[in-house]
């Protein structure tokens, strides 16, 4: 009886250290992180961003707006909306949500296609997350261009940088990368 209870403790006092070190935790293991952390992380952005850089007008016109970006965690905090160049004619939105265990993102593009993202946790760390392409409406991806991933690299509190890859036919063609810095008006 002794025995059974020493090796009983024994179990339970494993147990707890390694849950209080984190061995559960996905972001404990080789740099990755769970998608909750990743989630948190996001509404960090929560506000006003600006850009500088090329836009995604393939016209070349920079319209007022073009160069902001805003953040705002919504429903109840179940959602993080990401609009680009909001209120010019190539407006942008991204609504980042949990779904059970994995980080899942919808980009509503002007290419008129939706492509869903998901969070490679195993490819990211807490302060580089990266999204790859997880199928979309309005997607043909033999023929058709769209975002397929993501990687948003954070910085600092005021300075993340947003690399997006775009597909065209099924071949990357091109990624743009803009360094977002918080408006400080």
């Not at 009983?8 to 494993?14: E, G, K, R």
């Not at 209120?87 to 939105?93: I, P, Q, V, Y």
């Not at 997607?139 to 261009?145: E, F, L, T, Y």
């Not at 940088?161 to 036919?169: I, L, N, S, V, Y």
């Amino acid at each position: 009886m002794r025995r059974l209870f020493a090796f009983n403790v024994t179990v339970l006092t494993v147990s707890l250290v390694a849950t209080a070190l984190g061995a559960g935790d996905e972001s404990a293991k080789g740099g990755a992180v769970t998608a909750r952390a990743a989630f948190d992380r996001l509404k960090t952005l929560k506000g006003e961003w600006k850009h500088e850089g090329e836009g995604c007008d393939p016209t070349g016109e920079k319209e007022p707006g073009w160069d902001r970006v805003q953040y705002k965690v919504t429903g109840a905090g179940s959602a993080l909306v990401e609009v680009s160049g909001p209120g010019t004619k190539m407006e942008m939105l991204s609504v980042y949500h949990l779904d059970g265990d994995d980080l899942k993102m919808t980009h509503y593009c002007p290419a008129q296609n939706q492509p869903r993202l998901k969070l490679d946790r195993g490819a990211s760390k807490p302060e580089r997350l990266v999204f790859v392409f997880d199928g979309g409406s309005n997607i043909d991806p033999a023929k058709d261009g769209y975002i397929s991933g993501l990687v948003l690299s954070f910085e600092s509190d005021s300075l993340v940088k947003a690399d997006w890859q775009f597909t065209q036919g099924g071949t990357r063609k091109e990624h743009t990368t803009f360094e977002l810095t918080r408006d400080s008006k």
